[in-house]
């Protein structure tokens, strides 16, 4: 699937799976602009990569989207490709009060409620484009739960099925919607939920980018590289056994 030249928006663009996908949509020679709460983090990015776009920006802060919506618009005349990518992973034991709640509010807002929030503001521009697509980066996890992290699991499976959702909506207006749904990818998020014990081999970066760019060019909806496609199969066929073969440590290890 051949791609004309866009202009392509990531959020969280400073470090993993953003800056992964930035530097893939760069060597076709697309516009990329990358956003995140860092500056210094985007500046380094710039730095190293002279040709991307770098915004400070707060998904959630509606003030900073609308704010974001008018410098692409100036800036830009629009863009072509929203990327939801912005995400953390907190792990938590759902069974401990002392439990900082408002630190899993934070989650889900990060998560779930910033890509419908990106979506609503840059709607309009989407249906300018004559090559509009929406991504959104979930996570395999979308399709069996981790019980270490209850929250970054729920709020993926809730952008997944969002996802499917306005797929057919979006489609009148010939805007492609694809969600990747990553496994466990070397990052910061990763190393810091500490998966190595739960024998998750973490993906390289670069390495997920190009199994998503390969199924992106041809067209596919729903990428699933490395682990989540048998994620995906086995939560069909042996939906208690994946699920218990992720979790038999369920509470995670204090530190």
């Known amino acids: 699937m051949k791609q004309a030249k866009q202009k392509v928006l990531i959020t969280g663009g400073g470090s993993g799976i953003g800056l992964s996908l930035a530097r893939k949509f760069l060597d076709h020679g697309h516009t990329v602009i990358i956003t995140g709460r860092n500056l210094s983090k985007l500046e380094k990015v710039k730095a190293e990569l002279p040709l991307i776009y770098i915004f400070q920006s707060d998904v959630t802060k509606e003030e900073d989207v609308v704010k974001l919506v008018e410098q692409t618009r100036k800036e830009f005349g629009g863009i072509d490709v929203l990327i939801n990518n912005a995400g953390i992973m907190n792990l938590v034991d759902a069974g401990n009060e002392a439990n900082d709640l408002q630190k899993q509010f934070e989650e889900i807002e990060i998560n779930y409620h910033a890509p419908i929030r990106m979506l609503h503001y840059f709607l309009p521009q989407l249906k300018e484009s004559k090559n509009a697509t929406l991504i959104n980066v979930s996570s395999g996890l979308a399709y069996v739960t981790f019980s270490q992290a209850p929250v970054y699991s729920g709020t993926k499976s809730a952008l997944h099925f969002w996802t499917k959702a306005i ?10 919607v694809v969600e ?28 997920m ?3 998503f760019w390969k199924d992106y060019s041809k067209g ?8 989540s496609k048998q994620l995906k199969l086995m939560s069909r066929l042996a939906p208690k056994f994946i ?10 290890t204090s530190k």
Not at 169 to 175: A, R, T
Not at 220 to 227: A, D, N, Q
Request: proline share 15%; hydrophobic share 30%; charged share 25%.
């Open 220 to 227: 596919k909806e729903e990428i699933t590289p490395g682990l």
């Open 209 to 211: 980018a190009d199994i």
């Open 180 to 207: 990747l749904l990553p496994s466990v990818v070397d990052t910061q998020l990763a190393h810091n939920a500490d998966l190595k014990d739960d024998n998750l081999t973490p993906m390289p970066p670069d390495k």
């Open 167 to 176: 797929r057919p909506q979006l489609k009148p207006y010939n805007i492609r």
């Open 243 to 252: 699920f218990n073969q992720l979790n038999k440590k369920p509470i995670p």
